[in-house]
């Protein structure tokens, strides 16, 4: 029974391969030379979606003025 054998056993239950399915946006802000590592290039991101966030939210409430919109030229 010693003598038994199996085939393909190349890490059967470790750990799946760390390649990405699709675009790796961290990744490209470390090849640009733009942060240092993927922690800082998640937080870099974190922060470029909140800037979007405030200013998404600054234009909403800055876009319902109280002024009529001006009456068609022509008229």
Known sequence: M????????NNEFGRPPEE????????????????NNRKEAEYALMAMAVFALVV????????????????PIGV
């Open 20 to 35: 990405a399915a699709g675009f790796d946006l961290s990744g490209k802000l470390i090849s640009w030379g733009i942060v």
């Open 2 to 9: 010693s003598d038994l054998q199996f085939e393909n056993q």
């Open 56 to 71: 998404a939210v600054y234009f909403f409430f800055s876009s319902s003025g109280s002024t009529p919109p001006p009456p």
